[in-house]
């Protein structure tokens, strides 16, 4: 599974899609997630603060985070939020 934590608009979802059968996108704008559900059908999108996920621990292969970390308040909170639910990995950012 792949969590796009800050997914906007779908960009990054739509390319990952084709690549994965569980694509979960999480932002904090719902209009930029109802444009996204709309481009890509059959995939989830979340209105969360990425600083504050909702998903269980260890949940996901991979999570992908562009262009979104410099508009959360608190990037530590949220980079310890991404770990957490990140079977194994490393994050770039």
Do not use: P
């Amino acid at each position: 599974m792949i969590l796009d934590a800050g997914c906007g608009t779908g960009y990054l979802s739509g390319g990952l899609a084709s690549n994965s059968r569980s694509i979960f996108g999480v932002d904090i704008a719902l209009n930029y997630l109802k444009i996204a559900s709309l481009k890509i059908k059959n995939k989830k999108f979340v209105q969360s603060d990425i600083a504050e996920l909702s998903f269980r621990n260890n949940i996901f292969d991979i999570v992908v985070c562009s262009v979104a970390l410099e508009h959360v308040e608190d990037i530590d909170k949220a980079l310890i939020e991404i770990r957490r639910e990140l079977k194994v990995g490393v994050i770039l950012y």
